[in-house]
T-cell receptor, first 113, second 114 residues
């Protein structure tokens, strides 16, 4: 079974402060991990994926297999980063997990001016 | 205008009635998905389809049914057997069935059953 946990439902920071949204996962194989974001009145959309090792809008996330984590980080938060963030996992094995994306519970980030 | 559409935006039904939510995409994507979004529970997968005329149950399929007769369409029926149908429903599609492919989401349908 695959499972994603985001321990913080709400996270508040001030503009310019560093921000870290936590994500832990459980999966027996080698997972593929993603962060999706939902801004106010917009659709849920992909922010970044670990296989791309990219930085999007200043956000980065590193897969730590030892700690089974995929935390999302940004050194200097901006007000426009306020949104709901979801961590998601895709198992790359076949069988029942094929094609499935498992989401965490989500973290609402609020960046205050 | 390409993308994935869901209709209607808001839907109200009486308890005991079945209701069908529409999801259409013109992205030529093979795979389509239905999720339910509840506060504090994130997105939970209801059903997904990797190709036309084929679909699989997700994590919370009980009380729901789907069909995939056309590549572009993946309607979800919420039956009277679903115990807590009031929720926000999201449809998504991806180019290929593998989970690594980006999923594109629709705007959602908020269903209220009283």
């Amino acid at each position: 079974a695959q499972r994603v946990t985001q321990p913080e439902k709400l996270l508040s920071v001030f503009k310019g402060a560093p921000v870290e949204l936590k994500c832990n996962y459980s999966y027996s194989g080698s997972p593929e991990l993603f962060w999706y974001v939902q801004y106010s009145r917009q659709r849920l959309q992909l922010l970044l994926r670990h296989i791309s090792r990219e930085s999007i809008k200043g956000f980065t996330a590193d897969l730590n297999k030892g700690e089974t984590s995929f935390h999302l980080k940004k050194p200097f938060a901006q007000e426009e980063d306020s949104a709901m963030y979801y961590c998601a996992l895709s198992g790359n094995a076949g069988g029942t997990s094929y094609g499935k994306l498992t989401f965490g519970q989500g973290t609402i980030l609020t960046v205050h001016p | 205008d390409g993308g994935i559409t869901q209709s209607p935006k808001y839907l109200f039904r009486k308890e005991g009635q079945n209701v069908t939510l529409s999801c259409e995409q013109n992205l030529n994507h093979d795979a389509m998905y239905w999720y339910r979004q509840d506060p504090g529970q994130g997105l939970r997968l209801i059903y997904y389809s990797q190709i036309v005329n084929d679909f699989q149950k997700g994590d919370i399929a009980e009380g729901y049914s789907v069909s995939r007769e056309k590549k572009e369409s993946f309607p979800l029926t919420v039956t009277s057997a679903q115990k807590n149908p009031t929720a926000f429903y999201l449809c998504a599609s991806s180019l290929h069935p593998r989970g690594r492919w980006e999923q594109y989401f629709g705007p959602g349908t908020r269903l209220t059953v009283t």
